[in-house]
DNA sequence: TTTTAAATGCAACAATGTTGCGTTAATATT
DNA sequence: AATATTAACGCAACATTGTTGCATTTAAAA
């Protein structure tokens, strides 16, 4: 009876599925973050719309993946290098202007002093510019 | 010939309408951001949802107001406080979980280090949590 | 192998954002 | 004040994105 994975906050047991399987294979190896409707496309018929939304919910629900909210509104999908599990996800995103990628710079922290009467339980850094292939 | 808005990219005149100041005054007095919807829902007969996304896009490329993107994807816009008129737009924003308001912390300037071959023209932190009044 | 319920496909729907075009009206010019 | 210019508008049509319900399939525990 060993868990193969869970929902880490429902302690619900999810189960590993052959798409579920292609499309972290397919974030885990990318070099930037990506959107559902590129992942629809490099998946092509994979498996229906529908289930990848699931699926992209289900990972970072398992706390697998995470989410990065891009400056247009984009929401991507990207995992994380680090080892540590449970993790507050505070490191910085970079967008580009020019080749559009969105990559995480996991060692940079940016620092902030806020009002001690807010609760930070979450944090979404985005800088966007040029990245070195593009300066 | 006094010119009295122009789009600072593209140095074209623009025009102030009736809808235009009534969008411009909502947003100067809210005391949190507002989506598009928000903005559809409060101004009721006003104008066209159409005119709304076209209104918005002039203010924010007259350099007016903001955009701020929540956590969540969706866009919201906002009034900055201080005089600079063009200006990086560098301070972080709040995004209470609860409450669902999104507002401008704008003495609250995060810092960080990034490698020089990066060039930042544009900035988006949002934190999320419970506000003041949530917790 | 059997059981169970998580995951899927599909259809239908809702929300959000975009584009083209004929009309209206803000503003500069006369 | 009248006129000319063209930005802004309303409307319809469309595209994209995300959600929900339900019957069927299938991963994984028993
Ligand atoms: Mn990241
Ligand atoms: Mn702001
Ligand atoms: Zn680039
Ligand atoms: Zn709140």
Redesign the interface.
């Known amino acids: 009876m060993q868990q193969c994975c869970v929902n880490i906050l429902h302690m619900k047991v999810t189960r590993n599925t052959a798409a579920k399987g292609a499309i972290l294979d397919l974030i885990t190896n990318s070099d930037s973050a990506l959107s559902h409707s590129e992942i629809h496309k490099l998946t092509a018929d994979l498996c229906d719309r529908v289930t990848i939304y699931r699926i992209l919910d289900r990972l970072v629900n398992e706390d697998v993946i995470h989410k990065i ?7 991507k999908y990207a995992k994380c290098h680090h080892a540590n599990h449970v993790h507050i996800h505070n490191h ?1 995103h ?1 967008s580009c ?1 020019k080749c559009l990628k969105v990559t995480c ?1 996991e060692n ?8 001690r ?16 292939n593009c ?1």
Chains 1, 2 share one sequence.
């Open positions: 909210v891009n400056l247009d509104g984009t929401i910085v970079f202007e710079m940079v922290q940016p620092s902030y002093i806020i009002p009467n807010y609760k930070v339980n979450d944090v979404n850094f985005t800088l966007s510019g040029l990245c070195p300066l």
